[in-house]
């Protein structure tokens, strides 16, 4: 187990699938650890997920979440 384990994640963006992948994407090529979250998910296998609605979340961990607050807003990318 390491120290993440336990560490909450926080929402920094929702958006479009491609928009949340782009987000998690820069947060990444900044050094910070970001994961996807759809609520609205239907159905998922290891090559397709469907999905309705469109509502994905990235997630930080909360150390993070200041830091990934300054870039997506220098990058005008908040909601």
Excluded at 49 to 57: A, C, D, H, N, R
Excluded at 61 to 68: H, L, Q, V
């Amino acid at each position: 187990m390491n120290r993440d384990d336990k560490i909450p994640l926080v929402e920094v963006f929702s958006g479009t699938p491609w928009e949340a992948e782009l987000v998690k994407g820069l947060l990444e090529s900044s050094g910070i650890q970001a994961a996807l979250k759809n609520d609205d998910m239907v159905n998922f296998t290891s090559s397709t997920s469907f999905s309705f609605g469109g509502g994905m979340k990235v997630l930080v961990f909360t150390y993070d979440f200041e830091a990934a607050i300054e870039i997506l807003a220098t990058r005008g990318d908040t909601e």
